[in-house]
């Protein structure tokens, strides 16, 4: 078999064989120009009939996976055909990405490197514009979000992230019971009510019918929503925002402290703010032993301490009841301790406790929600920001769900026996 033959079957390109392979230098680059000859077999690219016969034909060359060290290019001869239905059009090839010059097993080898790569390293890496890159990698994902499922999901989970300058909120819409699990739907603008509706669109009515439960901050907007949208929905509130809230409350009891105390007392309190609302558990060394000094010697701020560790509590119960009784305890530890923080806290958490008690009935992974606005902060960061704000949207949903999953070896698309 000779070598033109071995590089046919290689290509795997049917209709197509390879006439030659010419190597060119321009600088540092080396590029193949393999030539390829073809069948008499035609596709019309509008109704896809197979014809016979050519109206016209001109010279094409498009890029290709890299042979070894060098830049593939390939020539071949495109043709327009005469259909009998809509006349002369450009045939299809089904090898070819529509509209560009550019192979699809290379459009997917640059959509598969978007995800584990920046857009500059993909150009880099495969000698490609900035742009055409980005344009492969946003088609990729609009094309993989379009194919997703929606059904079988009945808990959601919505959180905000801050965008940009000011405040600026963006919401994150994810799925936290599915057929992939835990997964992220969708990201848009603003955190009001009439803000989700363009999601409420998308998810369809009858499946918001079906949502169960909701996982949420106490935004008001969020509730509503939510409420207005899914009539068997129970709210149940994240136990990460709630404690934000107590720390908040710790804080403002350190700062009442430092106010009121004297020269010495400051000293002990400055710079304690973050091994304060730090866990105990997860103190370690000079740390632990600065904790236990500043509690020693301040009765208040060692009560708020005591309370905020055991608060975390809450949400290990299973029955309501057992639920509420810590509730009550809790609140009773609060009497004649003059933490004004805290008193404001506890009616905040009377004002929403069939949220936190919803989560006695129903266990979801609470820590998703959070993981995820981390991961959507953490991709904005390695882009040092998008100029393109859908294109920003859809790579936060890729990296958070089961499209951003890194597939470098597709089936074959083609078969050339």
């Keep these: 078999m000779q070598q033109r033959d071995y590089l046919t079957r290689l290509l795997g390109f049917q209709g197509f064989n390879v006439l030659k392979v010419e190597i060119d230098q321009e600088g540092d680059i080396e590029k193949a120009i393999i030539t390829l000859g073809r069948s008499n077999e035609y596709i019309c690219s509008n109704c896809g009939r197979k014809l016979h016969s050519a109206h016209s034909s001109f010279t094409q060359e498009v890029r290709h996976l890299h042979l070894w060290r060098y830049i593939t290019i390939l020539k071949f001869e495109k043709v327009k055909v005469r259909c009998p239905d809509c006349g002369v059009k450009v045939e299809n090839l089904d090898f070819l990405e529509k509209n560009k010059r550019i192979t ?11 995800k584990v790569m920046t857009i500059e390293d993909v150009a880099t890496f495969e000698h490609l514009n900035w742009q055409t890159v980005k344009e492969i990698d946003k088609k990729a994902i609009v094309k993989a979000q379009a194919g997703r499922t929606l059904e079988g999901i009945n808990v959601l989970g919505v959180d905000e992230i801050s965008v940009g300058h000011g405040h600026n909120y963006w919401h994150l819409i994810s799925s936290l019971e599915g057929a992939n699990g835990p997964e992220m739907l969708y990201v848009g603008e603003g955190r009001k009510e009439e803000d989700l509706k363009p999601f409420w669109r998308c998810f369809g009515k009858e499946r918001a019918k079906k949502i169960t439960h909701g996982v949420m901050d106490m935004a008001k907007g969020f509730i509503r929503s939510f409420r207005s949208h899914c009539p068997s929905i129970k709210i149940i509130y994240d136990k990460f925002h709630v404690m934000r809230h107590l720390l908040n409350a710790l804080n403002e009891v350190r700062k009442a402290e430092f106010r009121r105390s004297g020269k010495k007392m400051k000293g002990l309190l400055c710079g304690k703010k973050f091994i ?50 810590f509730w009550d305890n809790w609140k009773e530890q609060l009497k004649w301790q003059r933490l004004e923080p805290y008193k404001k806290f506890t009616a905040m958490i009377d004002r929403h406790m069939d949220g936190i008690l ?35 949207k859809l790579k936060i949903i890729q990296g958070c769900s089961s499209i951003g999953v890194f597939r470098p070896y597709p089936f074959p698309l083609h078969h050339n026996p």
Excluded: P
């Design 104 to 114: 699809k097993e290379l459009t997917h080898q640059v959509s598969e490197l978007c």
């Design 276 to 325: 304060l609302l730090k866990r105990m558990s997860n103190l370690r060394g000079d740390a632990r032993k600065a904790l236990k000094g500043l509690l020693s010697v301040n009765r208040r701020i060692y009560k708020a301490h005591l309370l905020k560790e055991s608060f975390g509590q809450l949400w290990s119960y299973r029955y309501k009841g057992a639920a509420v009784r």
């Design 358 to 392: 919803g989560y006695c009935d129903k266990k979801v992974s609470l820590g998703y929600i959070e993981g995820t606005n981390l991961k959507a902060r953490n991709i904005i960061r390695r882009a040092y920001g998008y100029r393109d704000k859908e294109y920003m």
